[in-house]
């Protein structure tokens, strides 16, 4: 008898997440696809941080399982990043050393052309809090990739933003997306923010689908 092997690279079953009494995720499902850019559209509180945090292996499910390439989640994976609404850089370090951060030999290279790629090289020996929210996010994007990850997952990264620099941000994830061909879970509150990344993903309906399930 032959098993079918599932073509997932990311597969969550019977996800289900409390805190104490509290039932967060019930029964989640989720198949991803390498490759797939997939928006979780939700209201507030209802979860969707606490399954991108389960997908990192920042946290663990009270049942269920998750895996990565029909592997496991355990513990952080080094090609996963995670990027959050606050850029979280250091601010006492400058903006390519938040971008070197973690990276050995052959670091500062990389790190310069991941500033080349969010636009922001000539802006490499200053420090956070004279950068715009935008360029922080731009910033907190190039720390993200200049570690080619398999998979990132963005938690409201653009939230904060205001509409035009959002706009851009989308366009520019969008490229990176397009040429880095890595896959991506976007956490969001903005329906027409998910469309418009998602699109050329296989993601519309379904997943609005299943993020309306969330609460
Ligand atoms: N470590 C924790 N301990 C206890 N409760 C938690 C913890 N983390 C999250 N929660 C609760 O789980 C629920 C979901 O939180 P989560 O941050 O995942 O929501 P969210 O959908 O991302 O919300 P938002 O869109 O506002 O960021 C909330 O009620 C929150 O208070």
């Known amino acids: 008898m032959r098993t079918r092997v599932s073509q997932s690279y990311i597969q969550l079953k019977?996800?289900?997440?409390?805190?104490?009494?509290?039932?967060?995720?019930?029964?989640?499902q989720l198949d991803i696809s390498k490759g797939e850019f997939v928006s979780i559209v939700g209201k507030s509180g209802c979860g969707k941080s606490t399954l991108l945090r389960?997908?990192?292996?920042?946290?663990?499910?009270?049942?269920?399982?998750?895996?990565?390439?029909?592997?496991?989640?355990?513990?952080?994976?080094?090609?996963?990043?995670?990027?959050?609404?606050?850029?979280?850089?250091?601010p006492w370090k400058t903006v390519l050393q938040n971008v070197r951060l973690g990276l050995k030999e052959g670091g500062?290279?990389?790190?310069?052309?991941?500033?080349?790629?969010?636009q922001l090289i000539e802006r490499k020996n200053e420090w956070p809090s004279v950068l715009s929210?935008?360029?922080?996010?731009?910033?907190?994007?190039?720390r993200a990739l200049v570690h080619s990850p398999l998979l990132l997952l963005l938690d409201?990264?653009?939230?904060?933003?205001?509409?035009?620099?959002?706009?851009?941000?989308?366009?520019?994830?969008?490229?990176?997306?397009?040429?880095?061909?890595?896959?991506?879970?976007?956490?969001?509150?903005?329906?027409?923010?998910?469309?418009?990344?998602?699109?050329?993903?296989?993601?519309?309906?379904?997943?609005l689908f299943y993020s309306s399930h969330f609460s």
């Open 14 to 28: 019977h996800v289900r997440k409390n805190f104490g009494e509290k039932q967060v995720l019930k029964n989640v």
């Open 54 to 90: 389960l997908v990192a292996g920042l946290d663990e499910p009270t049942q269920g399982t998750i895996q990565i390439k029909h592997s496991p989640v355990s513990g952080i994976a080094k090609d996963v990043r995670i990027m959050f609404q606050n850029g979280r850089l250091l």
């Open 108 to 118: 500062t290279n990389k790190a310069l052309k991941a500033l080349e790629q969010v």
């Open 133 to 142: 929210g935008g360029q922080q996010q731009r910033v907190s994007l190039a």
């Open 156 to 207: 409201e990264p653009l939230g904060a933003l205001d509409a035009l620099t959002r706009l851009e941000m989308q366009q520019l994830i969008e490229n990176l997306w397009k040429e880095k061909q890595f896959t991506a879970i976007l956490v969001t509150h903005d329906i027409e923010e998910a469309v418009t990344l998602s699109k050329k993903g296989k993601w519309t309906i379904e997943g």
